[in-house]
């Protein structure tokens, strides 16, 4: 298990360190600076609006929350994925929604508009038609992370009769570890899909999240905001034997690329 936290700790330290980058002038705007700080972290300024709180909690919120990267069929009773999910995202770092929402370390040392993460993820098929999955994540030199759990249930699934697979999914996230804030994810989806050759899987989806975020910050005295965020999904599954390779975009508040391996037993 150490093992294990280690290669992960290592590979968010990687991207954490391509992300976020440092200059030899100041960005505009001015940074928040807070020298303690060895990576930039989630910490409200004096100078957070109630917009730009609204616009981080759907853009951070629907970022965060649990991402189907799967297709709409189910593993089967008590079958077991074990994958490694790494996620890209752009954000407008430049904008009150970020700038003020995070300290750094260095006045130079910039967010990086091109972020990104690795997830470990587990799916366990509880019945024919039902799966429980659970994800997590964490930034080791920073002050935020996820985890969130999901289910999964096949409506329809392809046969002789039947074309496609049809599935609808729930889920909940929660943000880790920030003090400033409080902040929660509940996300619905439908999605339907069709295998070829037992191997292949496209499938598509429809969804949306609801964003909760309640500030707890000394900095400043905001309202709690409560912001829905559809989203439309297209992805495609690949399986050998015991292994599955997936990737899948998601267009919502940030668009996401996702990639993803996995075990499958």
């Not at 290669?7 to 391509?18: I, N, Q, R, Y």
């Not at 969130?148 to 880790?176: E, F, I, M, N």
Request: hydrophobic share 45%; glycine share 8%.
């Amino acid at each position: 298990m150490r093992r294990i936290a280690g290669v992960f700790a290592a590979a968010w330290l990687s991207t954490a360190g391509a992300s976020a980058h440092g200059g030899s002038h100041a960005p505009d705007p001015a940074l928040h600076v807070d020298p303690s700080l060895e990576d930039c972290e989630v910490q409200f300024a004096p100078e957070l609006s109630q917009a730009a709180f609204r616009r981080f909690t759907r853009e951070f919120g629907s970022v965060g929350a649990f991402k189907q990267m799967a297709p709409p069929n189910t593993l089967g009773l008590w079958r077991v994925a074990i994958g490694l999910e790494y996620m890209r995202f752009r954000v407008d770092e430049h904008s009150d929604a970020w700038n003020d929402t995070f300290a750094h370390p260095e006045p130079t040392h910039e967010l990086g508009s091109e972020l990104g993460y690795p997830k470990l993820k587990l799916r366990v098929g509880v019945a024919d038609h039902t799966d429980v999955g659970l994800f997590f994540t964490m930034n080791p030199s920073s002050n935020y992370g996820w985890v969130g759990v999901d289910v999964k249930h096949a409506l329809l699934r392809q046969s002789d009769s039947l074309p496609v697979t049809l599935a609808v999914r729930g889920a909940y996230t929660k943000t880790l570890f920030v003090s400033d804030m409080d902040m929660h994810a509940l996300t619905a989806d439908v999605s339907m899909g069709r295998t070829f050759w037992k191997a292949l899987t496209p499938y598509v989806g429809v969804g949306g999240d609801l964003v909760l975020a309640r500030e707890t910050s000394p900095a400043v005295d905001l309202d709690t905001e409560l912001v829905p965020t559809p989203h439309a999904l297209v992805g495609l599954e690949a399986s050998l034997w015991h292994v599955a390779l997936g990737v899948e975009g998601q267009y919502g508040a940030i668009p996401t690329v996702q990639a993803q391996i996995s075990a499958v037993f």
